[in-house]
């Protein structure tokens, strides 16, 4: 009878004449890792300006609105202290607005450093493991024809 072939033994055979660098995997890990948390600081500085501005905005916000629910003398002057209200809420809305959109910007810019410059190292990386590899594919090859 003929004997069928250990399929288990050639895959190991295989496996071990092309060894896997695990270094490189744990390399890209570590890269992968610092890219997220220099985006995570990123995130939470954005984060936190942006609850600064909305708590100085609600402190603004409510300090003008105890101005305006001061009891009046006359009946027009509470029309215009809704009339002040409106006109410094819609200014302070206009400045809070543009602080609002430089920590978007800064954020956005900063997110784009970050990715350009993982991009660079990530691509360094990559092709140092492909040099390394095909290094070490070679020597395999060459190995095991001789071995013949």
């Excluded at 995570?40 to 101005?67: C, F, N, P």
Aim: no cysteine; charged share 30%; glycine share 2%.
């Amino acid at each position: 009878m003929t004997k069928t072939p250990d399929l288990t033994a050639m895959l190991k055979d295989v496996m071990g004449a092309f060894p896997v660098d695990t270094a490189a995997m744990e390399d890209a890990f570590k890269t992968t890792a610092s890219l997220n948390e220099k985006l995570s600081g990123v995130a939470l500085t954005a984060a936190e300006k942006s609850t600064e501005i909305s708590s100085k905005w609600t402190q603004d916000t409510l300090a003008k609105l105890a101005e305006m629910s001061k009891a009046k003398a006359e009946p027009v002057d509470y029309a215009k202290a809704m009339t002040d209200f409106a006109s410094a809420y819609s200014e302070t809305a206009a400045e809070h607005m543009a602080a609002f959109a430089e920590v978007a910007k800064k954020a956005q810019m900063d997110t784009v450093e970050l990715m350009m410059a993982a991009g660079k190292d990530m691509s360094e990386d990559a092709s140092a493991a492909v040099k390394k590899a095909t290094k070490e594919a070679t020597a395999a090859v060459k190995k095991a024809a001789t071995a013949k």
